[in-house]
């Protein structure tokens, strides 16, 4: 099992910054990959941002690309979502995701190949 705590959710005006934090414990030595994840009221959960543990890399939704950062601390066993220019349409719950190699196959941005969730963090943005 892996344990995600996330922290660092708040309101912001827009064209605001905020910045996500989430710290794993547990069995991490399974995990290739985290990310992060938001769900609006009424929607479904969508991805937004994921790093490979191994080599870094990083991909993002359409959506945030050139404003969102993702970023880990290995030996923290932390990731990072760096969150600038923020807009209205970004106000949602933001979860942490960690996967297991079972589901490694699956690509990095579908939901069902992460099997550990945090708790969620809520993000308003006013206009």
């Known amino acids: 099992q892996v344990q995600l705590v996330e922290s660092g959710g708040g309101l912001v005006q827009a064209g605001g910054s905020l910045r996500l934090s989430c710290a794993a414990s547990g069995r991490t030595g399974s995990t290739y990959a985290m990310g992060w994840f938001h769900q609006a009221p009424g929607k479904e959960r969508e991805f937004v941002a994921a790093?490979?543990?191994?080599?870094?890399?990083?991909y993002y939704a359409d959506s945030v690309k050139g404003r969102f950062t993702i970023s880990r601390d290995n030996a923290m066993y932390t990731v990072v979502l760096q969150m600038n220019s923020l807009k209205p349409e970004d106000a949602a719950v933001y979860y942490c995701a960690a996967d297991h190699r079972s589901t490694a196959y699956l690509g990095i941005m579908t939901r069902n190949r992460y099997s550990y969730w945090g708790q969620g963090t809520q993000v308003t943005v006013s206009s």
């Open positions: 790093i490979n543990w191994n080599t870094g890399g990083t």
